[in-house]
Nanobody, 115 residues
């Protein structure tokens, strides 16, 4: 059973930075596709960033130039570096990863950006 454990959320002032981590365990396979989603109160969950096994990345327009998704295959971990944070980035951030043929979700981590 694949487990994804997220960490790194918290409270930060506008303009600050946070780094989220998503570590996969329980499988002999590496993360194939890693994605970060977020869900703000009263809003639908939205895709923030994605990275595939070859290292190609994709970002939502709202975070381009501020967020960077990366991976460490040795640690089977995906990261989301968030810079120049804005109050509108406040949300619960969820990791989703395709490990082997299994798509799994993390438990979510709260990111709160104060103005």
């Amino acid at each position: 059973q694949v487990q994804l454990v997220e960490s790194g959320g918290g409270l930060v002032q506008a303009g600050g930075s946070l780094r989220l981590s998503c570590a996969a365990s329980g499988s002999r396979f590496s993360i194939g596709v890693g994605r970060w989603y977020r869900q703000a109160p009263g809003k639908q969950r939205e895709l923030v960033a994605a990275i595939i096994s070859g290292g190609q990345t994709n970002y939502a327009d709202s975070v381009k130039g501020r967020f960077t998704i990366s991976r460490d295959n040795a640690k089977n971990t995906v990261y989301l570096q968030m810079n120049s944070l804005k109050p509108e980035d406040t949300a619960v951030y969820y990791c989703n990863a395709l490990v082997g043929l299994i798509s799994s979700w993390g438990q979510g981590t709260q990111v709160t950006v104060s103005s």
